[in-house]
Protein backbone atom coordinates (compact mmCIF):
# COMPACT_ATOMS: atom_id res chain seq x y z
CA UNK A 1 0.00 0.00 0.00
CA UNK A 2 1.15 3.06 -0.32
CA UNK A 3 0.01 4.49 3.12
CA UNK A 4 0.39 8.34 3.43
CA UNK A 5 2.48 9.04 -0.16
CA UNK A 6 5.70 8.37 1.77
CA UNK A 7 8.48 8.12 -0.14
CA UNK A 8 6.73 8.61 -3.39
CA UNK A 9 4.86 12.05 -2.92
CA UNK A 10 8.36 13.58 -2.30
CA UNK A 11 9.99 11.33 -5.18
CA UNK A 12 7.59 13.17 -7.80
CA UNK A 13 8.23 16.74 -6.05
CA UNK A 14 12.02 16.59 -6.36
CA UNK A 15 12.36 14.56 -9.29
CA UNK A 16 10.03 16.04 -12.11
CA UNK A 17 11.34 13.59 -14.53
CA UNK A 18 9.58 10.33 -13.23
CA UNK A 19 6.05 9.36 -12.98
CA UNK A 20 4.76 6.47 -10.27
CA UNK A 21 1.81 4.42 -10.03
CA UNK A 22 0.75 3.54 -6.52
CA UNK A 23 -1.41 0.91 -5.64
CA UNK A 24 -3.45 1.25 -2.18
CA UNK A 25 -6.17 -1.16 -1.49
CA UNK A 26 -7.92 1.29 0.75
CA UNK A 27 -10.82 3.23 -1.00
CA UNK A 28 -9.60 6.46 2.03
CA UNK A 29 -6.47 6.10 1.02
CA UNK A 30 -6.69 6.28 -2.24
CA UNK A 31 -8.85 9.52 -2.30
CA UNK A 32 -6.38 10.95 0.37
CA UNK A 33 -3.46 10.48 -2.17
CA UNK A 34 -5.51 11.98 -5.11
CA UNK A 35 -6.34 15.49 -2.92
CA UNK A 36 -2.61 15.28 -1.63
CA UNK A 37 -1.37 15.17 -5.53
CA UNK A 38 -3.84 17.45 -6.81
CA UNK A 39 -3.14 20.17 -4.33
CA UNK A 40 1.04 19.53 -5.04
CA UNK A 41 0.47 19.60 -8.86
CA UNK A 42 2.19 16.57 -9.51
CA UNK A 43 -1.21 14.25 -10.04
CA UNK A 44 -0.36 14.23 -14.35
CA UNK A 45 2.14 12.41 -13.17
CA UNK A 46 1.20 9.41 -11.18
CA UNK A 47 -1.84 6.77 -11.53
CA UNK A 48 -3.09 5.59 -8.56
CA UNK A 49 -4.94 2.08 -8.23
CA UNK A 50 -7.63 1.47 -5.60
CA UNK A 51 -7.10 -2.37 -4.89
CA UNK A 52 -4.97 -4.31 -3.92
CA UNK A 53 -1.65 -5.40 -5.60
CA UNK A 54 -2.36 -9.20 -6.40
CA UNK A 55 -5.64 -7.59 -8.11
CA UNK A 56 -3.60 -4.76 -10.25
CA UNK A 57 -2.47 -6.40 -12.80
CA UNK A 58 1.49 -5.86 -13.79
CA UNK A 59 2.55 -2.25 -15.71
CA UNK A 60 5.75 -1.35 -17.39
CA UNK A 61 7.49 -0.04 -14.54
CA UNK A 62 11.65 -0.32 -13.67
CA UNK A 63 10.89 -0.11 -9.95
CA UNK A 64 8.96 -1.83 -7.28
CA UNK A 65 8.91 -0.42 -3.92
CA UNK A 66 7.38 -1.86 -0.70
CA UNK A 67 6.16 -0.85 2.59
CA UNK A 68 3.57 -1.75 5.47
CA UNK A 69 1.42 -4.41 3.44
CA UNK A 70 -0.75 -6.56 5.31
CA UNK A 71 0.93 -9.78 6.23
CA UNK A 72 4.31 -8.69 4.39
CA UNK A 73 6.41 -11.67 4.92
CA UNK A 74 3.47 -14.00 3.63
CA UNK A 75 3.24 -12.22 0.34
CA UNK A 76 6.65 -11.61 -0.72
CA UNK A 77 6.57 -14.99 -3.01
CA UNK A 78 3.67 -13.08 -4.58
CA UNK A 79 5.15 -10.07 -4.75
CA UNK A 80 7.83 -11.66 -6.37
CA UNK A 81 5.85 -13.38 -8.94
CA UNK A 82 3.90 -10.58 -9.64
CA UNK A 83 6.93 -7.84 -10.15
CA UNK A 84 7.55 -7.24 -13.82
CA UNK A 85 10.17 -8.63 -15.37
CA UNK A 86 13.76 -6.56 -15.63
CA UNK A 87 12.07 -4.67 -12.46
CA UNK A 88 14.37 -3.77 -9.68
CA UNK A 89 12.34 -4.44 -6.31
CA UNK A 90 13.71 -2.54 -3.29
CA UNK A 91 12.34 -3.74 -0.09
CA UNK A 92 12.92 -2.96 3.78
CA UNK A 93 13.26 -5.77 6.30
CA UNK A 94 15.25 -7.62 8.38
CA UNK A 95 16.63 -11.35 9.04
CA UNK A 96 13.04 -12.75 8.45
CA UNK A 97 12.99 -10.84 4.77
CA UNK A 98 16.36 -12.46 3.89
CA UNK A 99 14.97 -15.75 4.87
CA UNK A 100 12.21 -15.15 2.50
CA UNK A 101 14.30 -14.32 -0.39
CA UNK A 102 16.69 -17.23 -0.21
CA UNK A 103 13.74 -19.66 0.06
CA UNK A 104 12.36 -18.18 -3.28
CA UNK A 105 15.65 -18.56 -4.83
CA UNK A 106 16.40 -14.92 -5.99
CA UNK A 107 19.30 -13.33 -5.69
CA UNK A 108 19.75 -9.93 -4.43
CA UNK A 109 21.82 -7.47 -2.67
CA UNK A 110 20.92 -6.17 0.94
CA UNK A 111 22.21 -2.75 2.31
CA UNK A 112 22.34 -1.70 5.76
CA UNK A 113 20.40 1.31 6.90
CA UNK A 114 22.58 4.00 8.57
CA UNK A 115 22.44 3.67 12.35
CA UNK A 116 20.63 0.22 12.69
CA UNK A 117 21.92 -3.29 12.73
CA UNK A 118 19.39 -5.28 11.54
CA UNK A 119 17.49 -3.22 8.70
CA UNK A 120 18.58 -3.79 5.72
CA UNK A 121 17.32 -2.28 2.28
CA UNK A 122 16.95 -5.47 -0.40
CA UNK A 123 17.04 -4.77 -3.75
CA UNK A 124 16.14 -7.85 -6.30
CA UNK A 125 16.26 -7.16 -9.62
CA UNK A 126 14.24 -9.41 -11.60
CA UNK A 127 15.91 -11.07 -14.84
CA UNK A 128 13.80 -13.06 -17.46
CA UNK A 129 15.51 -16.08 -16.05
CA UNK A 130 13.75 -15.79 -13.13
CA UNK A 131 10.69 -15.94 -14.85
CA UNK A 132 11.21 -18.92 -16.65
Keep these: GSGAGLPI??????????????????QKKSVFLREAMNQLGISKRATIIARPFEEAGVSVTSHVTCRALDEFMNKVPTLLEWAPPMSTLLL?????????LE???VTYTEFLIPLSERRFI???????????
Design 9 to 26: IPCLIARPDITATLIESS
Design 122 to 132: FEVKQRMSDML
Design 92 to 100: FGGETLRQK
Design 103 to 105: AAQ
